[in-house]
Nanobody
Framework: QVQLHESGGGLVQAGDSLTLSCLVS????????MGWFRQASGKEREFVAG????????EYADSVKGRFTMSRDNTKNMVYLQMNSLKPEDTAVYFC??????????????????WGQGTQVTVSS
């Protein structure tokens, strides 16, 4: 059974930094892309970042480019999302997801198959 567990969310102030972690169990992530998504209250889930199996290629939503950095440690079956210069509009539940393929692609939800329960990030102004 594949399970993903996100952690590291919390309440921060605008301009602060936060690092999210995601531990995957039941499946090795060393050959697949991984992604981060978020869903704000009342809005649809959106792609945030994706990283290929070898970390050689990455994709970021325009809204987070230059502020967020995704990384992974295949030996630990974990991925991370470093979030800097946080803004109130970054407030959302953040989810990690396992990719169906080795590369990220367009970041469409259909390219990812397993999802975590999410961790709440709240950024106050």
């Amino acid at each position: 059974q594949v399970q993903l567990h996100e952690s590291g969310g919390g309440l921060v102030q605008a301009g602060d930094s936060l690092t999210l972690s995601c531990l995957v169990s039941g499946r090795t992530i060393s050959t697949i892309a991984m992604g981060w998504f978020r869903q704000a209250s009342g809005k649809e889930r959106e792609f945030v970042a994706g990283l290929s199996w070898s970390s050689t290629t990455s994709e970021y939503a325009d809204s987070v480019k230059g502020r967020f950095t995704m990384s992974r440690d295949n030996t630990k079956n974990m991925v991370y999302l470093q979030m800097n210069s946080l803004k109130p509009e970054d407030t959302a539940v953040y989810f990690c997801a396992t990719g169906r393929w080795a590369l990220v692609g367009t970041g469409a939800s259909a390219d990812f198959d397993y999802w975590g329960q999410g961790t709440q990030v709240t950024v106050s102004s």
